[in-house]
């Protein structure tokens, strides 16, 4: 699930963005309202966060004008702003949720899952292959009815080949998926986590989840 940042506080963003990462989001966070465009223009957010005080413009202009453009992600505002008045106009915009700060973290999030089930329409949060069962909302996977732990990150990587079975995944896109940066991305760190994540999941006595094609990435067929 991918989640939109727009907060100019550096220490507001940054506990949003670690937070959610911990809980196995993707989350890109960006300080003002250029970068805001850029981002949703580019790719699709599940849900976005915003904040209204933004270094270049106000984010209820930029929400008016997200909504004017056609973009129906939906829009969890998160503000100092706490009068009754401000929140009847965020929601007016089209805003789909308002949060006051100071805020708690598990609130935070607690809001986000709501939304994403309020708004996932016909996006498939459940994946199925082979016995794993994968439930992007709850955070959860099990293999036969066995809960399976994942890190984060793990989870981030059996997601991406939950929602991509059947398709060769070479290492850069991999890579560019479960690793923000990749200029200190140790050539052998992708293998290492897929060695942990089969040790999880597969068994000796049946035939492997993932395939392995040298030179070119991984497969779940």
């Not at 106000?58 to 009068?83: K, Q």
């Not at 598990?106 to 994968?134: C, D, N, P, Y």
């Not at 991509?164 to 293998?191: C, F, H, P, Y």
Request: hydrophobic share 40%; charged share 30%.
């Amino acid at each position: 699930m991918k989640v939109l940042i727009v907060e100019n506080e550096r220490k507001v963003g940054q506990f949003i963005s670690r937070g959610l990462q911990e809980m196995a989001y993707s989350a890109t966070w960006v300080r003002n309202c250029h970068e805001a465009r850029d981002a949703l223009a580019e790719n699709p957010h599940d849900v976005i966060i915003l904040d209204l005080g933004l270094p270049d413009g106000d984010g209820l202009d930029l929400l008016r004008e997200w909504r004017s453009l056609g973009f129906n992600e939906p829009v969890l505002i998160l503000s100092a702003r706490d009068a009754v008045q401000d929140r009847i106009k965020g929601l007016n915009l089209g805003a789909d949720d308002y949060l006051a700060k100071p805020f708690s973290f598990e609130e935070l999030l607690a809001r986000i899952r709501s939304l994403l089930r309020r708004h996932g329409g016909k996006k498939t949060t459940v994946f199925e292959h082979r016995g794993i069962k994968m439930d992007l909302l709850a955070r959860t996977v099990t293999r036969n009815n066995q809960k399976i732990d994942l890190t984060a990150r793990e989870f981030s990587l059996l997601e991406l080949f939950m929602q991509n079975q059947g398709r060769v995944l070479t290492r850069t896109m991999i890579s560019e998926k479960i690793w923000e940066s990749q200029d200190d991305l140790d050539a052998n760190l992708i293998d290492v986590y897929m060695r942990r994540l089969r040790k999880k999941i597969e068994t000796s006595a049946e035939a492997p989840i993932f395939k392995t094609l040298r030179g070119v990435g991984y497969e779940m067929p």
